[in-house]
């Protein structure tokens, strides 16, 4: 008998299916790279550029010693965790700017009439574009790297906020009205808390821009630390092993990290299905 949710518009998948079928592609891109890396590396049609998932396991000790990258003396570990404080202290930034902001312009039309057109400006403007320009501003030290992230991550995080304020019902208003609630008290114990899981999802979402920029925030830099820097030296001075490496680090940490943002989630909003 075939399962109702195997054909179902909208249909859930059952956890333990789920996971199972969350591994095939991964499965299936291992094969691959088996495949296309399997022989002698003069024999391989990608030789100069993908080497094998054997060699770069097998590269992992070099990066956990201090010398791994000759002036660069941060192994892997403290690498690591130079990018995780910048990511952190990236997105506290553009929090602790872009929530109150959001917050006022979905509850008020003045604030809203103000930063529209910036915010909207904004939105166009291509992240990589303001790399030269925090270099002009901060130069090419820790604050430099922290105020490029927390503009990439607010860039994106000011709409998804909004969004979620605009989506709250004018009904839980205009009840709120009714029961002789003030403005200020209809925005914090009404249209907060009603919009609250959803902004918790568009932070979430926003969270993981800060990944796709880090490597672009620190490669500019050759004498920075962390593991943008690690992917910028080793493809320069090799090995080549090192950049994959890295690479799967990153993807590993951040869906570890989006994992860590369903969980709470889950616990703090536990009336509403939390997406994923």
Request: aromatic share 10%; no cysteine; proline share 7%.
């Amino acid at each position: 008998m075939i399962p109702r949710w195997l054909l179902a518009v909208r249909g859930r998948v059952p956890r333990l299916y789920a996971v199972l079928l969350g591994l095939l592609p991964i499965l299936a891109l291992l094969g691959v790279w088996f495949a296309l890396t399997a022989g002698p590396i003069e024999e391989r049609p990608l030789s100069t550029i993908l080497p094998s998932p054997v060699e770069v396991v097998q590269s992992v000790p070099q990066l956990l010693r201090s010398d791994s990258f000759g002036a660069v003396t941060y192994p892997l570990l403290e690498n690591t965790w130079i990018s995780l404080k910048r990511i952190g202290l990236g997105y506290l930034l553009a929090a602790i700017i872009v929530l109150p902001l959001a917050i006022a312009m979905g509850a008020f039309g003045i604030p809203r009439a103000m930063f529209t057109p910036i915010t909207t400006a904004g939105g166009y403007i291509p992240i990589a574009t303001l790399v030269p320009l925090t270099m002009a501003w901060f130069g090419t030290d820790e604050k430099q790297k922290i105020v490029f992230l927390a503009m990439a991550f607010g860039i994106y995080m000011l709409p998804m906020v909004l969004q979620a304020i605009d989506n709250v019902g004018d009904v839980f208003l205009r009840t709120s009205y009714t029961l002789g609630s003030s403005r200020l008290q209809t925005v914090h114990r009404v249209l907060i808390p009603i919009a609250l899981p959803e902004i918790w999802h568009g932070m979430r979402l926003a969270f993981g821009v800060g990944w796709t920029y880090l490597v672009l925030a620190e490669a500019i830099d050759m004498g920075a630390h962390g593991l943008g820097a690690m992917v910028q030296m080793a493809q320069r001075r090799g090995p080549r092993e090192h950049v994959y490496v890295v690479i799967i680090l990153i993807a590993v940490i951040a869906w570890l990290a989006d994992m860590g943002w369903v969980y709470l989630g889950q616990l703090l909003f536990p009336y509403r299905r939390t997406r994923t």
